[in-house]
Structures are given as structure tokens and as C-alpha cells.
T-cell receptor, first 113, second 112 residues
């Protein structure tokens, strides 16, 4: 167990809806990153939050947005869901931003129908 | 050219053998290198990190890094059926934020 918890574990949404995924970081970690993992692929970086600010973003459209709270927990919001958004969404927490080990939560399996 | 490329699988080895997993990367500025293990339906689990050239050993696992050749590998000695999983190579480029770029993963099967 990494101490990183995500909720919910599974979710089914309809195309066009909005979804919020949540992540609690490991104790002592101040940085949270979100990844999307399609079936059979490696995780793809969505963005990172450090001290409540977005600190880097991958190649994802603006309908993917997030927040980090003072306790370092984080949310990932996806608007206008598309079928291709169906994936495993992973949250990783780390101590610091750069060159530190990142530990993943159990993930949220999102299915868009 | 993919940024991080892993040897194509699946890789099948007998129990007790050495499994060798390889990864090449394109960004010479890469600073940190990680190996994750992912069981089917689960999230990635960090098993090794390596930051400087050479070998790093942890139990049955040895990570090897050669920055000049842009190559990182993971050796698993005395492979066990419980090692059967997808192994993901992940690299951080050392920029102002710790984005990890993953390879596509190599599926390892250890058969009794």
C-alpha cells in the first residue's frame, strides 16, 4: 500500500457529462500528478499540482482541469466526456517536484458510454 | 521515434531464470529513471529508481543505467511466477516539474 487513495474506484458516465475524480496524497508528499492509462498502453501525463498550482501539463485539452487543496489532496475534472476518455486514471504523489519517486494510488476506472 | 521504448514482449521465462527487461530513451537531458510493476487490473507499483550510471541492486532486482547509450534495464534474478506482470519504464527529464514519460510496457510471464 502506498498511502495514496483515489475515489471512486469505478465510474460509468454518459458522453457529454462531467466527472470529478479525487486523490489523497501520501503523508509528507506535497506534489500530485495525474495520468491517463488506456488499455495496453503506458500512463500518459495529464498535469501536476504543486503548492495548489498547476505546475506542468501534458497534451490534454482544457476540458481536463484540476485542483490541489491546502492538505495536498487533489481533484481531476473532465468536462464534456468523450468515448475516448474511457481509461484508468491514476494519481501519483511525490515529495517535491523533480527527480523524486512517485507513488500511485489504486486508480479510477472510468467508462464513458 | 518514441520517447521511451521498451523491448517488445511478451517475454516468457522459466521459474528460476533471469528476466531481462530493456528500455531506451531519446531525451539526453533525462535525469531520473524508474521501473514500475503493474499487475493486471492494478495500478503501477514502484520497484526501482536509479539516477546515476551503473548498477543498483535491491534484492532480486538490479537496475542498470547507461546515459551515454541512453539505455536502462532491469534484471530479475531467480524469477518467480509472482513476478508475472507488465513492467513499465518511466523517465523524468529533470525540468521544472517531474513529468514521467512511460514506455508502453513489457509483459513478463514466468512459467513454473
Amino acid at each position: 500500500e502506498t498511502g495514496v487513495t483515489q475515489s471512486p474506484t469505478h465510474l460509468i458516465k454518459t458522453r457529454g457529462q462531467q466527472v470529478t475524480l479525487r486523490c489523497s496524497s501520501q503523508s509528507g508528499h506535497n506534489t500530485v500528478s495525474w495520468y491517463q492509462q488506456a488499455l495496453g498502453q503506458g500512463p500518459q501525463f495529464i498535469f501536476q499540482y504543486y503548492r495548489e498550482e498547476e505546475n506542468g501539463r501534458g497534451n490534454f485539452p482544457p476540458r481536463f482541469s484540476g485542483l490541489q487543496f491546502p492538505n495536498y489532496s487533489s481533484e481531476l475534472n473532465v468536462n464534456a466526456l468523450e468515448l475516448d476518455d474511457s481509461a484508468l486514471y491514476l494519481c501519483a504523489s511525490s515529495r517535491g517536484q523533480v527527480n523524486t519517486e512517485a507513488f500511485f494510488g489504486q486508480g479510477t476506472r472510468l467508462t464513458v458510454v | 521515434q518514441k520517447e521511451v521504448e521498451q523491448n517488445s514482449g511478451p517475454l516468457s521465462v522459466p521459474e528460476g531464470a533471469i528476466a531481462s527487461l530493456n528500455c531506451t530513451y531519446s531525451d539526453r537531458g533525462s535525469q531520473s529513471f524508474f521501473w514500475y510493476r503493474q499487475y493486471s487490473g492494478k495500478s503501477p507499483e514502484l520497484i526501482m529508481s536509479i539516477y546515476s550510471n551503473g548498477d543498483k541492486e535491491d534484492g532480486r532486482f538490479t537496475a542498470q543505467l547507461n546515459k551515454a547509450s541512453q539505455y536502462v534495464s532491469l534484471l530479475i534474478r531467480d524469477s518467480q511466477p509472482s513476478d508475472s506482470a507488465t513492467y513499465l519504464c518511466a523517465i523524468a527529464d529533470g525540468t521544472s516539474y517531474g513529468k514521467l514519460t512511460f514506455g508502453q510496457g513489457t509483459i513478463l510471464t514466468v512459467h513454473p
